[in-house]
């Protein structure tokens, strides 16, 4: 099973750069056979633009993920806080081993009746795309 992340282009290119090792969220995957993550970037790319493998997911307080994060995470501390504005709980998804695809897959063409995902949603297959 693999799982498709909607993620701001910024925080896409953070992945792939190397600066962001851990990716943030409020919910989690129920699913513990998760293989993949997929990254749909969207706002103005629309595509699904690279993958990672999932290392450690830490739990915590908002607080507790920020100290513990913080350096690694590609996000400033004031967007960071704004997302999690009213939370009690906040996840943070190591990321091993990403890939950019060479060229991005536009999900409506791949996936039968697409819709991007608020947070994330379960795929029952790989996306296949050209690794850089």
Same mark, same amino acid.
């Given at each position: 099973? &693999?799982?498709?992340?909607?993620? %701001?282009? =910024?925080?896409?290119?953070?992945v792939?750069? +190397?600066?962001?090792? #851990?990716?943030?969220?409020?919910?989690?995957? $129920?699913r513990?056979?998760?293989?993949?993550? #997929?990254? #749909?970037? &969207? *706002?103005?790319?629309?595509?699904?633009? +690279? *993958?990672?493998?999932? +290392?450690?997911?830490?739990?915590?307080?908002?607080? %507790?993920?920020?100290? =513990?994060?913080?350096?690694?995470?590609?996000? *400033?501390?004031?967007?960071?806080? $704004? #997302?999690? +504005?009213g939370?009690? =709980?906040?996840?943070a998804?190591?990321? =091993? &081993?990403?890939?950019?695809?060479?060229?991005?897959?536009?999900?409506?063409?791949?996936?039968? $009746?697409?819709?991007?995902?608020?947070?994330?949603?379960?795929?029952?297959?790989?996306i296949?795309?050209?690794?850089i």
């Amino acid at each position: 099973m &693999n799982v498709l992340l909607s993620i %701001e282009p =910024k925080y896409a290119e953070a992945v792939f750069s +190397g600066i962001k090792k #851990y990716e943030f969220r409020r919910t989690i995957f $129920k699913r513990k056979d998760i293989d993949r993550v #997929y990254l #749909y970037s &969207n *706002s103005t790319v629309k595509k699904i633009v +690279g *993958s990672f493998e999932i +290392g450690i997911i830490l739990e915590g307080t908002p607080q %507790e993920i920020w100290r =513990k994060c913080h350096k690694y995470g590609g996000i *400033s501390e004031e967007d960071f806080f $704004k #997302y999690f +504005g009213g939370a009690r =709980k906040a996840f943070a998804i190591e990321i =091993k &081993n990403a890939q950019r695809f060479y060229e991005p897959i536009d999900p409506y063409s791949t996936i039968v $009746k697409f819709t991007p995902p608020q947070s994330f949603y379960y795929l029952a297959f790989d996306i296949k795309g050209r690794v850089i």
